[in-house]
């Protein structure tokens, strides 16, 4: 399953509480002070890992507590320090404070890290507060809370090319033929529930990271059907690939098909609508499908690229240009 936002509650270790102590050893029966200092509580730690993909892992729990330190000893021991609670999470999660919904941090690359609540301190023992006036303090200090915070967690995929088009557009079958990716593929809307990315081979050395989003429809970016939910994805690709259903049987016009889509992607953001974008005319597999991606092209006024996952048709020139163009972008 796929999971792009949680909230959770993070608390950090409280920190150990110094020791009142003082020597009493054979040679020296009224020694003076040796209490030992508190050991630091651990932090929470939130580290972007390549090894994960989605967040349903961590939203399984609700709540996140880092070890406390343990109180100072005898003898000017300090106390252990808590162990850091150490929370792997997909690279592109984003951290905002839940009360007060402002970003605190987007981890987007990988081996990034946030202290998101840090461990508190550790309290001082009372050898610290000899003086030559008070030579035997019967105090110490007590060890400080550690940060506690609820934090919200949002998950933007990074892929160099997002694909998007109108439901049963045929995004899923060609990711399953560019990739070794298996998302559901189904002759009915919404087949695509949640993203899915695979990686494609371009050449002998090259790759392409590709993300399959569910299908937008009129309205989407306003609330309506599944797509707005992951127009948040689109934003970290390089380049778009719009996928226009040009078989007899689609339900709307090719261009009516592709002003819908574009027109979401519009509203959305005008940084997501001028991304570079490839047009790919899919299920061209009959005559009548080549007039209408040759109506299209017209259309648009821009070269309108065909394929057919099915057959196989295209497949190659599609990657091949969609990798020209994340180079491109990369400049």
Request: aromatic residues 4%; proline residues 5%; contains cysteine.
């Amino acid at each position: 399953m796929f999971r792009d936002e949680i909230e959770i509650e993070v608390r950090a270790g409280r920190g150990g509480d110094g020791l009142i102590s003082f020597r009493r050893e054979k040679s020296a029966p009224k020694g003076g002070p040796d209490g030992g200092d508190g050991g630091h509580g651990g932090s929470v730690i939130l580290r972007a890992s390549a090894q994960e993909n989605s967040l349903l892992k961590l939203g399984r729990r609700k709540r996140y507590f880092a070890d406390n330190g343990r109180p100072g000893g005898p003898s000017n021991k300090s106390g252990k320090s808590g162990e850091d609670l150490l929370l792997d999470v997909p690279i592109g999660t984003q951290v905002f404070d839940a009360e007060h919904h402002n970003l605190l941090y987007d981890l987007a690359a990988e081996s990034l890290t946030l202290v998101v609540a840090r461990g508190g301190r550790g309290g001082k023992g009372n050898q610290h507060f000899a003086t030559s006036v008070r030579q035997t303090p019967r105090f110490a200090q007590p060890g400080e809370e550690g940060e506690k915070l609820r934090v919200k967690l949002e998950l933007k995929l990074f892929a160099e090319v997002g694909v998007v088009g109108l439901p049963n557009a045929g995004k899923s079958t060609f990711l399953s033929k560019v990739t070794a990716a298996t998302p559901k593929i189904a002759d009915y809307p919404f087949t695509t529930l949640v993203p899915q990315v695979g990686i494609a081979t371009i050449g002998d050395y090259d790759t392409l990271v590709i993300a399959d989003l569910p299908g937008l429809i009129e309205g989407a970016s306003e609330g309506a059907g599944l797509g707005h939910r992951f127009l948040k994805h689109v934003e970290r690709c390089r380049v778009l690939l719009q996928l226009v259903d040009v078989s007899p049987l689609a339900e709307l016009e090719p261009e009516r098909a592709f002003r819908v889509v574009d027109e979401e992607l519009a509203k959305t953001s005008p940084e997501l609508h001028a991304k570079p974008r490839l047009v790919a005319a899919s299920k061209c597999e009959s005559e009548e499908a080549e007039v209408r991606a040759s109506d299209l092209e017209r259309a648009l006024g821009t070269p309108v690229l065909r394929l057919s996952a099915v057959t196989g048709r295209g497949l190659d020139a599609v990657l091949r240009a969609a990798h020209g163009l994340v180079r491109a972008a990369q400049v």
